[in-house]
């Protein structure tokens, strides 16, 4: 079974500045995918960024960078120019993609609450 | 389509009551699955349908919860005999599940459910 850990339980950043998330995961599968969702108060889940395993190539999005590192099993989120409207909570997942079929389900993190200052 | 839509919102409901949710997921999405998030905690993994099928079942869904989709369009989750330790919020997410791996999923705003 995964395992998703994510150490930080709350961190706070102040407007425009810059955060990092941690995440580190327990697999033995090879093929696999990462998540970082956000969920905002009172609303629903969102998708930040994705990074395939396969892929050595960290994603980026916009102000949304990961640094993957497979060997060490950690993936965390970069936030640049944080704004207001980050504040949220921030999960790590991951997914299984087994060949022979997968029902690509999401292993979670139990969240970061990242609070940012005005 | 406005996206995955779960109802009801919130519900109270006394320690040993039946309760039902319901989940509409985005038009033509195959795949939907049910999630669990309890306080302090990521979501876990209930349930998952592809299609009408449910395929995998979680060790979490004790014989007292029960999901269908019928003709693989929108999915109930029910609960009976409700217990305190049930109170959590109750996610639904949905991907297009058109077989390559869906590296989205979509989620509603969930069911936030009080047992008391």
């Known amino acids: 079974a995964q395992t998703v850990t994510q150490s930080q339980p709350e961190m706070s950043v102040q407007e425009a500045e810059t955060v990092t998330l941690s995440c580190t995961y327990d697999t033995s599968e090879s093929n696999y995918y990462l998540f970082w969702y956000k969920q905002p108060p009172s609303r629903q889940m969102i998708l930040v960024i994705r990074?395939?395993?396969?892929?050595?190539q960290n994603a980026t999005e916009n102000r949304f960078s990961v640094n993957f590192q497979k060997a060490a099993k950690s993936f965390s989120l970069k936030i640049s120019d944080s704004q207001l409207g980050d504040t949220a909570m921030y999960f790590c997942a991951f997914m299984s993609d087994r060949s022979g079929g997968s029902n690509y389900k999401l292993t979670f993190g139990k969240g970061t609450l990242l609070t940012v200052n005005p | 389509d406005t996206g995955v839509s779960q109802n009801p919102r919130h519900k109270i409901t006394k320690r040993g009551q039946n309760v039902t949710f319901r989940c509409d997921p985005i038009s033509e999405h195959n795949r939907l699955y049910w999630y669990r998030q309890t306080l302090g905690q990521g979501p876990e993994f209930l349930t998952y349908f592809q299609n009408e099928a449910q395929l995998e079942k979680s060790r979490l869904l004790s014989d007292r919860f029960s999901a269908e989709r019928p003709k693989g369009s929108f999915s109930t989750l029910e609960i009976q005999r409700t217990e305190q330790g049930d109170s959590a919020m109750y996610l639904c997410?949905?991907?297009?599940?058109?077989?390559?791996?869906?590296?989205?999923?979509?989620f509603g705003q969930g069911t936030r459910l009080t047992v008391v």
């Open positions: 997410a949905s991907s297009p599940g058109q077989g390559a791996p869906d590296t989205e999923a979509f």
């Open positions: 990074q395939e395993a396969y892929k050595q």
